[in-house]
């Protein structure tokens, strides 16, 4: 990838466009992290609606300890979107190029452990299914809360019960039968005509293109597991270190430029040599 379009993709300067690649690529790795997380522990991690619901079923039936799962799966999606929060807003104060790219980056990391040590915690039942479901509903919140703020709320990318709702707007716009205006009479010489009904026809093909990409990557998600296990997240973790590279990047030059990491570099040396100085002592 070009390095000035992934500075535009995930830099901290934003375009409707930018907003619009962005989803797109992130609308596929929920997709592929919710349909292997439903392989692996049988359970949506992406949309709380269903959490809730189960929560509401499971306490009428007693069953309190899957109310307490999707307790801990309702506080995991909030925690992320509180931690995404903090991360965009830190790197704003801090004014760094990779306010948007810190999220993805704690997703990418999280999503690199659970594929090199998920085979060893599949052993162990009884903690791995209640901890992975927490592990993905964080990265679900990390992300949705990401491109939420990202696009002053006017994109998700976790869930579709939006999306296709707004696709069926659209297209009720698109089919409705705008009648001639009638003619003007005496009576009705003060009246203003109303505006036409029409379409949103960017916003229609963007929605489709996202709700697209999403069973997409649900596709290869599923696949992924299927075929590669746990490491399957592998990839997708290397997507997304791929996609805030540059604004990362970008960041260490300019900490180098202005001295800071040098500081950090020289206080490192002295406290090994001091330590080194009271081992010999």
């Known amino acids: 990838m070009p390095i000035l379009y992934l500075r535009k993709l995930t830099g901290k300067r934003r375009s409707p466009h930018a907003n619009r690649h962005l989803a797109g690529y992130l609308c596929f790795v929920a997709g592929a992290i919710n349909a292997g997380g439903f392989l692996a522990v049988q359970q949506y991690t992406s949309h709380m609606s269903g959490v809730v619901s189960a929560m509401a079923d499971n306490l009428a039936l007693s069953s309190f300890a899957l109310v307490l799962d999707g307790v801990g799966a309702l506080l995991s999606f909030l925690g992320g979107a509180a931690c995404s929060a903090v991360l965009v807003n830190w790197g704003r104060r801090e004014r760094r190029h990779s306010e948007y790219a810190l999220p993805l980056a704690l997703e990418a990391g999280?999503?690199?452990?659970?594929?090199?040590?998920?085979?060893?915690?599949?052993?162990?039942?009884?903690l791995f299914v209640p901890a992975t479901?927490?592990?993905?509903?964080?990265?679900?919140?990390?992300?949705?809360?990401?491109?939420?703020?990202?696009?002053?709320?006017?994109?998700?990318?976790?869930h579709l019960t939006g999306m296709v709702t707004d696709i069926g707007i659209e297209l009720g716009k698109l089919c409705y039968w705008n009648a001639a205006a009638p003619a003007r009479t005496p009576s009705r010489t003060q009246a203003r005509p109303l505006p036409r009904v029409l379409a949103n026809r960017r916003k229609l093909r963007l929605l489709?293109?996202?709700?697209?990409?999403?069973?997409?990557?649900?596709?290869?998600?599923?696949?992924?597991?299927?075929?590669?296990?746990?490491?399957?997240?592998?990839?997708?973790?290397?997507?997304?270190?791929?996609?805030?590279?540059?604004?990362?990047?970008?960041?260490?030059?300019?900490?180098?430029?202005?001295?800071?990491?040098?500081?950090?570099?020289?206080?490192m040396r002295q406290r090994v040599q001091a330590g080194a100085l009271r081992r010999r002592r």
């Open 110 to 126: 999280l999503l690199l452990c659970f594929g090199l040590i998920g085979g060893n915690l599949a052993q162990h039942q009884w």
């Open 208 to 267: 489709v293109v996202l709700v697209t990409l999403f069973f997409a990557g649900g596709v290869a998600g599923a696949l992924g597991f299927k075929h590669l296990g746990f490491s399957a997240t592998l990839p997708l973790a290397a997507l997304l270190l791929a996609l805030i590279a540059v604004p990362l990047t970008d960041d260490l030059r300019s900490r180098w430029r202005t001295g800071s990491l040098p500081r950090l570099a020289a206080r």
């Open 133 to 158: 479901v927490m592990l993905l509903c964080f990265i679900m919140g990390l992300q949705n809360a990401m491109i939420t703020k990202l696009s002053n709320a006017e994109i998700r990318t976790t």
